[in-house]
């Protein structure tokens, strides 16, 4: 499904990703640690072709994505959702047209968005609040949104980039039984993480990435004691995240 | 197609301020540009018509020379492609010429006994450019007294008229590049307005074409808005300089202004044009940053 071969990535003198290699299968749940800096957001840029890799080569299904032109990065996108942190929905839309709108730029009919934006919408279990805007909902409520957005034009992989990091526990294992239902129904998911207590508890494969080169692949792995955010802004990080 | 001409709409109105400074500017440009337009244009068909004056040599013939000579220099010269006309001109037929020239003066050259005119050869070509040839050939025929043409005067006047094309030439391009500058700032404050909505649509697997397109529009509708006021705006001040000038000119130079309904279309489709290139050329400059990949 994705397969890294000997990539690395530098920029200028530090280092991304180095002689990274990996295989991620069709309707795999994969939690991608470590520290900030180790190259998780280098790992995710590369699937996306938003950067290009100095060495080595990335599969997609069976299409090199590294020897693809930019015209193909469009079509490449439409097959991976997206979730970010922080949300990033339209504040002038509604929840229906922020999600509609992820079909009607790539030129989906009318029709089709009738009909798919609502399945969308009760799959992640927000119809209710359709018709108002990102600002009147709870930060659950506007990631559930934003998942709805992501997977609205069935994407085979979706990439979670911390999708509970604004969110209280509760609301955070809300969201990750969502992403377990939407991997149930044969969606790859790709998580990057700093939530040990969500890692530990899905009990799911694990890929932890250290100064750019993966140092541990579990199938069934927890949240390593080496993932842990070093130095002062990673022991914030860490008191707020030991509150999951 | 139907969401790019709806939101470039909505953008355009959003931003009422600075698009009514790029209204503004671009039809500032493309009015000085018409201005100048208009002329090259009517330099370049004064001098048109003055060249037509120009296109004659005259071969003024030795007296001792016979009628059966120049006459087969006539045939030659017929026989070149670039003779448009040849004709013979009698020293009598000349001084009666000479003599409308004087009009009610006439009698001034009565008084000489003897004509002073030469018989000559008139010849015309078809292309201005083609004198030098002719007179090439006149030279190697005897009989000739002296050729008469207006090879600097033509060259003079020739020069002038690339000079006036090439500066216009300049000036417009200049003027279209400043344009382009002061459209694609406009359309960046809207491109940074919207760089979320960007960057979303971009993850969703938007095409680069699907997210230019409004912009694209925006600068195209800011183009031939502006083309149209400008467009108006010359069409009624060389309206009134045809007005006042118009008679003054056909006397002088005999010659008139180049009319406005022959220029105003195809002023129209110019402005229009520039308006839409540099609209559109204006949008995709400030979006380049925005669409690398």
């Known amino acids: 499904m994705i397969e890294y071969k000997n990539v690395t990535k530098t920029y200028g003198a530090n280092i991304g990703l180095e002689d990274v290699s990996v295989r991620i299968d069709k309707g795999e749940f994969v939690f991608l640690v470590g520290p900030s800096g180790a190259g998780k957001s280098t790992f995710i840029k590369l699937m996306l072709k938003e950067i290009k890799p100095d060495s080595g080569s990335i599969h997609f299904d069976s299409l090199d994505i590294t020897k693809m032109s930019n015209r193909g990065v469009p079509k490449l996108r439409r097959s991976i959702g997206i979730v970010f942190q922080d949300f990033r929905l339209l504040p002038k839309k509604t929840v229906y047209e922020n999600v509609a709108f992820a079909m009607e730029i790539i030129h989906m009919g009318p029709r089709v968005i009738r009909r798919q934006v609502p399945q969308a919408l009760s799959l992640v279990g927000i119809s209710s609040k359709a018709s108002e805007y990102p600002d009147e909902l709870s930060a659950g409520e506007q990631q559930r949104v934003a998942i709805a957005r992501a997977i609205v034009n069935n994407p085979s992989v979706l990439i979670a980039d911390e999708p509970t990091g604004n969110l209280d526990p509760e609301t955070a294992w809300e969201i990750m039984r969502l992403l377990e239902q939407i991997n149930l129904r044969g969606t790859t998911v790709v998580m990057v993480t700093h939530a040990k207590d969500i890692v530990n508890k899905m009990n799911r494969r694990v890929i932890s990435i250290r100064n750019g080169r993966i140092t541990r692949d579990e199938k069934k792995g927890g949240y390593g004691a080496d993932d842990e955010e070093i130095g002062g802004a990673g022991l914030l990080l860490q008191g707020r995240l030991s509150g999951l | ?293």
């Not at chain 2, 503004?24 to 037509?52: C, H, M």
């Not at chain 2, 971009?202 to 502006?226: C, D, H, Q």
């Not at chain 2, 279309?265 to 400030?286: D, E, Y």
């Open chain 2, 1 to 293: 197609m139907s969401y790019a001409i709806k939101q470039a709409f909505k953008q355009f109105f959003r931003n009422g301020a600075m698009s009514a400074a790029s209204l503004f500017s671009i039809s500032a440009i493309l009015l000085i540009l018409g201005f100048f337009f208009l002329l090259a244009v009517n330099v370049s068909n004064l001098a048109e018509s003055v060249k037509k004056d120009f296109d004659t040599i005259q071969l003024h013939l030795l007296d001792s020379a016979e009628y059966a000579r120049s006459e087969s220099m006539m045939k030659k010269l017929k026989l070149m492609p670039e003779v448009s006309e040849v004709r013979y001109l009698t020293k009598d037929q000349a001084m009666e010429d000479f003599k409308k020239l004087f009009g009610d003066k006439a009698y001034l050259l009565e008084m000489r006994q003897e004509n002073p005119l030469p018989n000559s050869i008139i010849v015309k070509v078809r292309r201005i450019e083609d004198v030098d040839a002719v007179v090439a050939r006149a030279k190697s025929f005897d009989g000739i007294e002296v050729i008469k043409y207006y090879k600097e005067a033509v060259n003079r006047l020739i020069r002038f008229t690339r000079f006036i094309q090439a500066g216009a030439m300049a000036l417009i391009l200049f003027l279209v590049v400043i344009s382009i500058v002061v459209v694609s700032n406009t359309i960046k404050l809207t491109v940074v307005a919207r760089d979320r909505e960007i960057a979303i649509m971009k993850y969703v697997g938007a095409t680069n074409w699907f997210i230019r397109g409004p912009f694209l529009v925006e600068g195209i509708l800011m183009g031939v808005i502006s083309a149209a006021i400008s467009a108006g705006i010359v069409a009624l001040v060389y309206a009134r300089v045809i007005d006042l000038f118009g008679t003054d000119l056909a006397v002088m130079l005999s010659t008139s202004f180049v009319p406005l309904d022959f220029m105003i279309g195809n002023l129209a489709v110019i402005f229009a044009a520039l308006g839409a290139g540099i609209g559109a050329c204006g949008s995709i400059i400030s979006m380049r940053r925005f669409l690398d990949t």
